[in-house]
């Protein structure tokens, strides 16, 4: 990827957690504060993906106060030269750290970083957001296809054979890098209508309920009877 700083939603991607992880290890300031800032929005570095990935992940093996002590001990080895160049050289690197009968190693946690963060950016080379092409909306490059609306049939569960046979300028690792890219950059606002319904969709209820009168509240006393 072109850009160290990442928006928590980038950075949840790389680091295959939620955006609520990432937030929380921002407030609790679970990083070094050298590889993320507050300062003019919430950025994260893309060399902090791994100590983020780790420290979420390894919850099932390690205690808090492990983890933590750990990334101290990680963050050390992330000189100058791997954070202007996170994860070029990095395999070469010791992520390993033996303390007493502990070991641990951070490197499939960068390894995981690294292609997640490799594939995220081939997601936003296959995107592009042209003003003259829907207004701005993220399409597909070279079609005008919006993404966010491929990531909403997909994640309401329409079949992938079917998404491909309603766009057929569309390939099966484009429709994989659209959903991955619309995790990364949410769409604000309200959600679109779907443009993709299956052929054979039928109502599941095509009943009529009346509606239900409401009764006249009475005010003030009733005139008595002569």
């Not at 937030?23 to 504060?33: A, C, K, Q, T």
């Not at 780790?54 to 808090?64: D, I, P």
């Not at 659209?178 to 309200?190: D, I, K, M, Q, T």
């Amino acid at each position: 990827m072109a850009a160290s700083l990442l928006t928590p939603n980038e950075a949840a991607v790389v680091a295959g957690v939620t955006l609520r992880d990432v937030n929380r290890v921002i407030d609790e300031r679970i990083l070094p504060e050298r590889l993320y800032s507050v300062a003019d929005g919430r950025r994260v570095h893309l060399a902090a993906c791994p100590l983020v990935g780790f420290y979420v992940r390894a919850a099932r093996a390690l205690t808090a106060e492990e983890r933590l002590a750990l990334i101290g001990r990680f963050s050390e080895r992330i000189t100058a030269p791997l954070l202007a160049r996170p994860f070029e050289g990095w395999a070469e690197a010791d992520w390993r750290v033996d303390d007493d009968f502990l070991s641990v190693s951070l490197s499939p946690f960068v390894a995981d970083a690294d292609t997640r963060g490799t594939r995220l950016g081939a997601a936003q080379a296959r995107v592009t957001e042209d003003p003259a092409i829907l207004g701005g909306m993220p399409v597909v490059r070279g079609t005008r296809i919006p993404v966010h609306d491929l990531a909403a049939s997909v994640a309401t569960g329409l079949p992938r054979e079917r998404i491909l046979a309603a766009y057929p300028d569309l390939d099966g690792e484009a429709l994989d890098l659209a959903v991955l890219y619309a995790e990364a950059h949410p769409a604000r606002g309200r959600p679109r209508r779907l443009s993709v319904v299956p052929p054979d969709a039928r109502p599941t209820d095509d009943r009529t309920i009346a509606r239900k009168r409401r009764k006249a509240k009475v005010t003030g006393s009733a005139a008595p009877c002569v």
